[in-house]
């Protein structure tokens, strides 16, 4: 039957604890190669600083052109600025520089960085005699830094990390500010920069600078590079600096700005989308609750990481989804579901489908905090990505839930809903699908019920459609959808084991071997 | 096996000879070129006769040759040695993609199939540069060429749509991606622009527009598993494209075919594949563009014409409407008044009209038609598309829909009022029209169960229907008279009994016509309504209602076999079997004459059975008759045997192997019903019985153990006296049957049957084998279905010989057998025994073995008796749920599984369940009290221990 078929990533990444395997949870796969587009509603890793300074003058002409021309002149003549020893064109050319980097429109991060003029940029972060040069030179680097990874590399590989942490301390808040945002943008780049930063002390070195009278735009840098600093696995950042950021990270998830909400939201999500243990460090902070209140929020910049940190954590084991039950979650979760997002109703169907894949107590809690009728709606209703995601849900019911909560969730319309989708362009969704029906049959028969079902897969026309993928390309598929029809809706065949001795009128009575002693 | 000329000629004359028809110069040298297939070179060889053989059929075989090669040796399977040498695919991988794009189609297309084959296994890793070497040829300017890259591309991607997500096919996928769709987009493109530039050069367009086909057949795969960041980026440039395409139309492209889809229509088709791909997977991204395409789509479907070449076009544009409509966010598309109408008018009613094509259907292969129409194989007809569009719409617009419909409904009907000669088309549509719409749910058993309100069935039925079957010509407008039938069929569960009365007579009437779909409805129809039910689960229609109306079902009935096109037409068979149920004793007048109609009818088709429900039915049919009527008169058996005998005789002789296990069946049912002794003609049959042949079929297994169930019931004592040499044969099938897993259970029937019925001296000297055979299996393979079937036999033993004997022979065959039995297989396994009868057997053996059995008292077996007394009250206290009501014990031949199977077992020769003990014990717990009782009395302080264990309350009747 399906069972055996599922044994993709989404099969082994549920949780087991002593289950069959399709009882088991979901969990996000990071190192899945992906066909889409990078996700709109994610977090950015890197951020290029484009904001204008103050009274500063529009770009001049030659500043925002594409004419390879016209850029390269002024890089020549950043270069001769830079390299000279007149502090006034050094502050000239390293704001040409910055000014060129901070473009709309194809910024020349390269041709920057060919000019050889990172070493200079650097070694003018240490220059505390001239503020104003280390400010373009941060943000200059800064933005070479938001660039591909090979950018983000040469600013490292120039010395740019020790400059940066030193330079958070500066007494300039907007120096500091443009140290931390480059040093997000560094850790951002991925796991092994990020363990470098960490390895340097930048974890406390930011702390330091988490501070009540930190304005609200500093402090959004902060939370964003904090962020950073938990992104990312393979590996995942080290528990030790899990555990320094943690209790920052949860008192920024009081604060009421929505831009920092969401940046510490998203390192939540980052920290619980691993194994248990991970989860269980966040949990141990007592934040489920604030998380559930999150939920509630207008903002889908909140809403979104919000949702993925509780998603992560009930696809955790049984008793760290019920931390997230008693939290409430499963009362926040109808009105997600109904959300006008239809990647909300898609998060929200992927944690139902997680809890709905626990014991059968934390089934009945589905029940009884309404979340069926938004989950038949949203299989009926939702977009294609949100339908997959309730037919899981379905699915992990049916092979957990009790005879009575699968007859519950059948009377629901639930079973009308997932074969009208057998019809999906969906490989796997089919798959899931009949096991669901599978599972649903299972319940029947326990009941003595077959025949009433078989009616009622009939009447709403999934018989029709089971039939149809009997003639699926894809073996599994057919497999199983003949493997429903043979067993629910026609009869059976034979095996053979021993045999006996013949002759052409008879059969020869006797046995043979009378030696053997029997022993049961 | 080296490259040279002699080699190729000799390659050259063994291809020729593969072609020639005598199999005694072909098969050889197929063999020879198997046999070296084998050697290094080999293939190569091939490629070169393919490219240089001046012959022009050499090479095309030189082309099926290699395909065939490389699909029987490209696989490594591991274990295996490798089949082809590593230089040899080498060599075919570097040259096989240029020599496929030189070679004409034909050449070409097995190629591109061995490249598909050769990519299924080394593409991308083995095989890096194909995808590269393909691209380059799209700057080839020559469509022969790039058609093949396409054709290529398209076996080697096609399995994206039905495979598993994983890492390693994305990763493949998003590889072809990165290589492949941004040619692939810019071909597109310029492929667009060369059909304009040649919009007048047939033979031009015809090569791009396959070019096109292939290339939308291409997006879909690429697009299938998740929407590649590349197609999202550009879809503007595919959408746009595509739906200018939809709305294209070229004379020169245009079709004189009838059947065959044109280029145009499968390009169009596919589109609308590729629009209904997007519109379910990718809503969010596609939702611009999906207004336009639903425009276009409706626009295409009422300028579209009625022919076949249409039809998967104009099904596929249908569904894709049927699966917009039906979400809400697209709502508002079709909720404008105008809008609907426009569709209900132009899209859902032409496609609801019955064609010529189906007019012919009807009148010249009506088999299929039925199939087809009543059996709902018509998955991708019009009919059906159009009906999913009207129940789509109705998910939002029940009340709209409805009402445009009625209005059309009535002015169809008006039309059709006019001049019914000419416009009848026009009712037949209107007909439909009310069907589709009112139909919510539908099985088979029930027809319609869930009907709209807003249609009035009932009204629509006297007015329009009844008229039709009522019409004096029941042999005018067939196809109206058909819609009419199926009507009452169709809504059986919505119309008032009065109104199915009054329709019984008129379908009875129309048993009579001409066309077979007719009368085949006619006879479905009855059928149905009579197996219906109603209050307290009795048929809905009486034997007393059919009274004035039964001798001309049962003639009509009959006689309709006789039209020709009929004579094995399943559903009237069906109806005659379901009448005689219906009817019961009413037919026992009728049946000398049937009788002879319906054995002169198996004599026929046992010469050569070809419809299998016909001719189940024939016996069902048969079985009844027998039950019914010697039901109300034993004695008439004999005319039954008189009758039937000579047919079972000759199905027998000549081994019809469809009917064999009817024939055993009848014969069980007639000779179940003599009272006295087994009749000689019967003994005669008896050593036939037990010829090994029969039995290595195994439909014959059930109905051939149920026989000699009968034959042991009836003749036991004839058998031991008159055919005692028989018994080891027939304890040989026994043998035979435990020793399977499938039949071990038949072979304990006829065991149990041997033990109950045979006289003991008779069977005395076989006792202990029987048992060494039971043991032998049960200790090489145990399962549940032969425990359980152990343990009521050895409870019958123990019932009729006494738990001594019982105990004696076990422990007889090995020391301490009967305590292992008792501890290892009793004790734990008891509760598993299902069934009232099997229960009562084992309760009342195990209380033998508890209070009859010395060796249970006082040898070390006696630690067992406390567990045992245990596990028989455990076995009182299972829920005993199994029982079947007497009246329910014939079930609907609809629930019995079997008649598609070797075993084709007939409901209506069903055997009542036999309860071997029967009133010699009524209760079991009562006889335990008893037996205890007695027990203790006998053996004062013996029975003392149980008093913890066993309480009246356990003993409760």
């Known amino acids: 039957m399906p069972t055996e078929n599922l044994c993709d990533k989404r099969m082994s990444k549920f949780k087991n604890k002593g289950k069959e395997p399709t009882k088991m949870r979901d969990r996000r796969i990071a190192e899945c190669v992906e066909l889409r587009k990078a996700h709109k509603v994610e977090s950015i890793m890197k951020r290029r600083n484009i904001s204008s300074v103050g009274d500063e003058e529009p770009l001049s002409p030659c500043e925002n052109t594409d004419n390879k021309q016209v850029i390269s002149e002024t890089i020549q003549e950043i270069v001769a600025n830079v390299n000279g020893d007149c502090p006034e064109k050094q502050r000239q050319g390293c704001q040409a520089a910055r000014k060129l980097l901070s473009r709309e429109r194809n910024p020349p991060l390269k041709e920057i960085i060919e000019a050889g003029l990172?070493?200079?940029?650097?070694?003018?972060?240490?220059?505390?005699?001239?503020?104003?040069?280390?400010?373009?030179?941060?943000?200059?680097?800064?933005?070479?830094?938001?660039?591909?990874?090979?950018?983000?590399?040469?600013?490292?590989?120039?010395?740019?990390?020790?400059?940066?942490?030193?330079?958070l301390a500066s007494p300039m808040l907007n120096i500091s500010e443009q140290a931390v945002w480059a040093l997000g943008n560094i850790a951002g780049d991925g796991p092994s920069y990020r363990d470098g930063l960490i390895d340097c002390g930048v974890i406390p070195a930011l702390l330091a600078r988490l501070t009540p009278d930190a304005p609200v735009g500093y402090l959004r840098n902060l939370t964003w590079t904090l962020s950073n600093l938990c992104r990312n696995k393979n590996p995942f950042p080290r528990f030790s600096a899990v555990q320094q950021m943690l209790p920052s990270i949860i008192q920024l998830l009081h604060h009421s700005d929505k831009s920092i909400l969401s940046d510490a939201c998203w390192a939540i999500s980052y920290l619980t989308d691993g194994p248990n243990e991970r989860i269980d460090v966040v949990i141990k902070t007592g934040i489920l609750p604030r998380l559930v209140e999150l939920l509630g929020f207008e903002e889908l910049t909140v809403v979104t990481p919000a949702l993925r940190s509780i998603g992560n954590i009930v696809s955790g084991s049984d008793l760290q989804t019920q931390a997230a039950i008693d939290a409430g979650v499963l009362s926040a979760l109808p009105q997600l579901m109904r959300h006008p997002k239809s990647s909300v109703q898609k998060e929200a169907a992927w944690a139902v489908s997680n809890i709905a894949a626990g014991p059968c107590q934390q089934i009945q809690q589905l029940i009884t905090c309404g979340l069926l009728a938004p989950l038949v709606d949203l299989l009926r209703n939702g977009d294609f990505k949100t339908q997959r995601e309730a037919v899981w849900a379905v699915t992990n019911y049916t092979s957990g839930g009790t005879v009575d909560q699968v007859v519950h969730l059948v009377k629901c319309g639930a079973l009308e809903a997932i074969l009208n989708l057998l019809q999906a362009k969906d490989t796997k969704t089919v798959l899931v699908i009949l096991d669901a029906i599978n599972n649903v049959f299972l319940a029947a028969e326990k009941l003595g019920e077959v025949d009433k079902l078989c009616l009622l897969v009939e009447e709403v026309g999934g018989l029709d459609r089971i039939e149809f993928l009997q003639n699926h390309e894809n073996n599994a598929i057919y497999r199983a959808a003949q493997a429903l029809i043979e067993k629910y809706f026609s009869e059976d065949g034979d095996d053979q084991c021993l045999t006996t001795e013949a002759t052409d009128s008879n059969f020869v009575f006797g046995a043979s071997d009378l030696q053997k002693r029997f022993d049961f | 096996m080296e490259l040279n000329d002699g080699n190729l000629q000799t390659l050259t004359e063994y291809l020729q000879k593969t072609l020639i028809p005598d199999p005694a110069v072909r098969r050889p040298a197929e063999k020879f070129l198997e046999s070296v297939e084998g050697n290094q070179n080999y293939p190569i060889l091939l490629l070169t006769v393919l490219e240089k053989s001046q012959d022009e059929v050499i090479r095309v075989c030189a082309a099926v040759t290699f395909k065939n090669y490389i699909k029987r040796n490209w696989r490594i399977v591991e274990d295996e040695p490798n089949k082809i040498s590593d230089p040899d695919r080498t060599a075919i991988k570097a040259n096989i993609v240029n020599l496929m794009l030189t070679s004409p189609e034909q050449i070409q297309k097995q190629l591109s199939d061995a490249i598909s084959i050769i990519g299924r296994e080394d593409f991308p890793q083995k095989w890096p540069d194909l995808l590269t070497e393909m691209v380059t040829r799209f700057q080839s300017g020559d469509f022969h060429i790039i058609n093949g890259v396409l054709r290529t591309a398209h076996s080697l991607f096609k399995r994206y749509r039905h495979e598993f997500k994983s890492n390693e096919l994305w990763s493949e996928i998003k590889l072809v991606l990165d290589t492949f769709a941004q040619p692939l987009t810019e071909l597109f493109k310029a492929t667009i622009d060369l059909c304009q530039t040649h919009a007048t050069d047939v033979n031009?367009?015809?090569v791009l527009f396959s070019s096109l086909t292939l290339i939308s057949k291409l997006f879909y795969s690429l697009n299938f598993q998740d929407l590649p960041e590349f197609f999202e980026d550009n879809m503007e440039t595919w959408m746009t494209n595509f739906h200018n395409l939809l709305t294209l139309d070229n004379k020169l492209l245009q079709t004189d075919d009838e059947e065959e889809a044109g280029l145009l229509e499968l390009l169009k088709s596919q589109i609308c594949d590729n629009a209904a791909l997007y519109a379910q997977k990718y809503d969010e991204e596609f939702q611009p563009y999906l207004p336009r395409f639903v425009t276009a789509i409706w626009n295409l479907l009422v300028t579209t014409g009625q022919e076949v070449k249409y039809d998967l076009l104009v099904s596929n544009a249908i569904q894709f409407l049927a699966s917009v409509c039906e979400r809400p966010h697209y709502k508002h598309l079709f909720e404008d008044q105008n809008v609907l109408t426009s569709i209900c008018e132009k899209v859902i009613v032409p496609n609801m009209e019955f064609r010529s094509a189906d007019e012919e259907a009807f009148e010249d292969n009506a088999e299929e038609y039925i199939i087809r129409d009543l059996e709902g194989s018509d998955i991708d007809t019009r009919r059906r598309a159009a009906c999913d569009l009207v129940r789509g719409l109705c998910k939002f617009f029940e009340g709209p829909v409805t009402g445009i419909f009625s209005g059309y409904v009535n002015s169809m009907l008006t039309e059709y009022a006019k001049n019914p000669g000419v416009n009848w088309k026009h009712k037949d549509a209107a007909i439909y029209l009310v069907t589709s719409l009112a139909s919510k749910a539908q099985t088979q058993k029930h027809g319609i169960t869930q009907a709209n309100e807003l249609v009035n069935l009932c009204e629509f039925f006297v007015n329009h229907i009844l008229v039709d079957l009522k019409s004096p010509n029941v042999n005018e407008f067939p196809v109206l008279k058909a819609d009419a039938i199926k009507y009452v069929m169709t809504f059986r569960s919505q119309l008032p009994k009065e109104q199915l009365l009054e329709a019984v007579p008129l379908l009875?009437?129309?048993?009579?016509?001409?066309?077979?779909?007719?009368?085949?409805?006619?006879?479905?129809?009855?059928?149905?309504?009579?197996?219906?039910?109603?209050?307290?689960?009795?048929?809905?229609?009486?034997?007393?209602?059919?009274?004035?109306?039964?001798?001309?079902?049962?003639?009509?009935?009959?006689?309709a076999l006789a039209i020709p096109g009929s004579s094995e037409n399943e559903y009237i068979m069906k109806a005659i079997m379901r009448s005689f149920s219906l009817l019961q004793d009413a037919i026992v007048p009728y049946i000398p004459t049937l009788i002879g109609q319906l054995t002169h009818k198996l004599l026929l088709v046992s010469k050569n059975p070809s419809k299998p429900h016909f001719n189940h039915y024939l016996f069902e049919s048969l079985c009844l008759s027998i039950r019914i009527t010697c039901k109300a008169n034993r004695d008439t058996v004999g005319s039954f045997e008189e009758a039937l005998f000579p047919v079972f005789t000759e199905i027998l002789q000549n081994d019809?192997?469809?009917?064999?296990?009817?024939?055993?069946?009848?014969?069980?049912?007639?000779?179940?019903?003599?009272?006295?002794?087994?009749?000689?003609?019967?003994?005669?049959?008896?050593?036939?019985?037990?010829?090994?042949?029969?039995?290595?079929?195994?439909?014959?297994?059930?109905?051939?153990?149920?026989?000699?169930?009968a034959y042991l019931e009836k003749g036991a004592t004839t058998i031991a006296s008159t055919a005692a040499d028989k018994i080891p044969g027939l304890l040989g099938v026994f043998q035979k049957l435990i020793a399977s897993k499938a039949n071990d259970h038949q072979g304990f029937y006829l065991l149990n049957s041997?033990?109950?019925?045979?006289?003991?001296?008779?069977?005395?000297?076989?006792?202990?084998?029987?048992?060494?055979?039971?043991?032998?299996?049960?200790?090489?393979?145990?399962?549940?279905?032969f425990v359980k079937s152990f343990l009521v036999f050895i409870n019958l033993y123990c019932v009729k010989y006494g738990a001594i004997a019982l105990?004696?022979?076990?422990?007889?065959?090995?020391?301490?057998?009967?305590?292992?039995?008792?501890?290892?297989?009793?004790?734990?396994?008891?509760?598993?025994?299902?069934?009232?009868?099997?229960k009562?057997?084992?309760?009342?053996?195990?209380?033998?073995?508890?209070?009859?059995?010395?060796?249970?008292?006082?040898?070390?077996?006696?630690?067992?008796?406390?567990?045992?007394?245990?596990?028989?009250i455990g076995l009182f206290e299972l829920p005993e749920d199994d029982s079947i009501p007497d009246d329910e014990h014939f079930i609907d031949i609809e629930d019995t599984p079997?008649?598609?199977?070797?075993?084709?077992?007939?409901?209506?020769?069903?055997?009542?369940?036999?309860?071997?003990?029967?009133?010699?014990?009524?209760?079991?717990?009562?006889?335990?009290?008893?037996?205890l009782h007695k027990l203790s009395t006998a053996c004062p302080g013996r029975v003392s221990i149980t008093h913890n264990v066993i309480t009246k309350n356990d003993l409760r009747t």
């Open chain 2, 840 to 872: 009562k057997i084992c309760a009342v053996g195990i209380t033998k073995i508890l209070t009859e059995c010395p060796a249970m008292m006082d040898t070390e077996y006696t630690k067992l008796w406390t567990p045992l007394l245990q596990a028989l």
């Open chain 2, 508 to 559: 009875v009437a129309h048993l009579q016509t001409e066309s077979i779909v007719q009368h085949t409805y006619a006879a479905h129809s009855l059928e149905r309504l009579f197996t219906m039910r109603g209050a307290n689960n009795a048929t809905l229609i009486t034997p007393a209602e059919m009274a004035p109306f039964t001798e001309q079902l049962l003639n009509n009935l009959f006689k």
């Open chain 1, 118 to 167: 990172l070493t200079r940029f650097v070694e003018f972060l240490g220059r505390n005699d001239d503020p104003t040069l280390q400010f373009e030179a941060a943000w200059s680097l800064t933005n070479v830094a938001s660039g591909t990874s090979w950018h983000t590399q040469q600013v490292v590989e120039h010395g740019a990390v020790p400059a940066f942490i030193a330079l």
């Open chain 2, 204 to 206: 031009a367009l015809k």
């Open chain 2, 898 to 931: 079997g008649y598609q199977t070797a075993f084709s077992q007939l409901a209506f020769a069903g055997k009542k369940e036999h309860d071997p003990i029967g009133d010699a014990v009524n209760n079991p717990k009562i006889l335990l009290a008893q037996s």
């Open chain 2, 754 to 785: 041997i033990v109950e019925q045979m006289p003991p001296d008779s069977i005395t000297q076989y006792r202990k084998q029987i048992f060494i055979l039971l043991f032998q299996r049960l200790q090489s393979s145990k399962t549940t279905k």
């Open chain 2, 807 to 838: 105990q004696e022979i076990f422990d007889g065959i090995q020391p301490k057998m009967f305590g292992m039995v008792v501890e290892k297989i009793i004790i734990p396994e008891v509760q598993k025994v299902s069934g009232q009868v099997e």
């Open chain 2, 656 to 709: 019809v192997q469809e009917f064999v296990p009817y024939v055993f069946q009848v014969m069980s049912l007639l000779l179940e019903i003599h009272t006295s002794s087994i009749p000689s003609s019967y003994m005669a049959l008896f050593p036939h019985l037990l010829q090994p042949a029969l039995w290595e079929r195994t439909g014959n297994i059930p109905p051939l153990v149920r026989l000699l169930q």
